[in-house]
């Protein structure tokens, strides 16, 4: 059982987001088996996910508590554990960190996005919110696209203050939502909001990648931005019901597409409005084992 430092250290950007392009597929294709993650209620609008993904090479078995208001407790939002399963003898191989796998395999899921629905390097991003989702994020763009500016907006000017003084070596700047930067190119909001945050009309030029809720009676992204969009979504499945950006805008499910359909293809954030909406789904985090077990066989940790 590996602690959150570890299981962060297993996950290299760059072979994560590699690793999510091909689940992204294989989950299209069938070739990786993903059913609906059970739900149950905790109090103060927590939830107990377990989550199953089961692929010829390995199986995944994540459960993690999400409590909204657990930061106020100073304890994280997530806590859990992902199994990681041998795809032919059921044997546990490794078990890591839940709160990590998902933030990490989050955020390159979103940079997956960038590089499919944007198809270059951004040069202006503002992130929404200042939670630990927000700081993957962070840390994932310093990484893979370090010469883009990087703005913060936050619930209120010192929070996003605070969260950009934390970023150590990353160059972060305070920046407000609700009015955006002309020449900001990606958006991306991570707050656990109820109600839309960004409002801002939808433009071409500009993606707008919305991860930070997943109940349908929640959206981060004013209902105009979103119809007037290209949608696609990371686990159809799953957006069906658990989008509320979408649910709430009333949208057509026919004009919603899989970012599957948009891999292999031209880029369209630069010809019109984007909007990608991730709900995250088990598949994501079966990739992230994947990623995790070939470091650990390289740096020769099943050795140790």
């Known amino acids: 059982m590996l602690d959150q430092d570890i299981t962060a250290r297993l996950l290299p950007w760059s072979d994560l987001v590699a690793a999510l392009g091909t689940a992204v597929m294989e989950l299209a294709a069938g070739h990786i088996h993903c059913p609906p993650r059970q739900v149950g209620v905790l109090q103060r609008e927590g939830v107990l996910l377990s989550m199953l993904a089961t692929a010829p090479d390995l199986a995944i078995h994540k459960l993690i508590a999400v409590v909204p208001d657990n930061p106020a407790r100073g304890l994280p939002t997530i806590a859990g554990q992902v199994s990681v399963i041998d795809g032919g003898t059921g044997a546990v191989r490794v078990v890591l960190d839940g709160a990590t796998v998902t933030a990490r395999r989050t955020a390159a899921l979103s940079m997956l996005g960038i590089a499919t629905l944007l198809g270059r390097a951004p040069r202006h991003v503002l992130l929404a919110g200042t939670g630990t989702q927000a700081r993957h994020h962070a840390l994932a763009l310093a990484e893979l696209y370090p ?22 070596g990353i160059d972060a700047r305070p920046a407000l939502l609700a009015k955006p930067e002309p020449d900001v190119d990606v958006v991306i909001t991570c707050t656990t909001s109820r109600e839309p945050v960004y409002l801002d009309a939808a433009r071409a030029g500009r993606l707008v990648i919305a991860v930070g809720v997943f109940k349908p009676d929640q959206a981060e992204i004013g209902p ?8 696609y979504v990371d686990d159809a499945a799953g957006a069906s019901h658990e989008a509320g950006d979408l649910i709430r805008a009333g949208v057509d499910p026919a004009k919603v597409h899989a970012l599957a359909a948009a891999i292999g293809r031209l880029p369209q954030a630069d010809r019109e409005a984007v909007l990608f909406k991730t709900v ?19 740096e020769g940790f099943m050795d140790a």
């Open 280 to 298: 995250g789904c088990a598949a994501w985090d079966l990739a992230a084992a994947r990623v995790a077990l070939a470091t650990m066989a390289a």
């Open 147 to 168: 010469q883009a500016l990087l703005g913060v907006a936050g619930r209120s000017a010192e929070a996003a203050v605070r969260f950009c003084a934390d970023l150590d």
């Open 224 to 231: 105009d931005t979103v119809r007037a969009s290209r949608i």
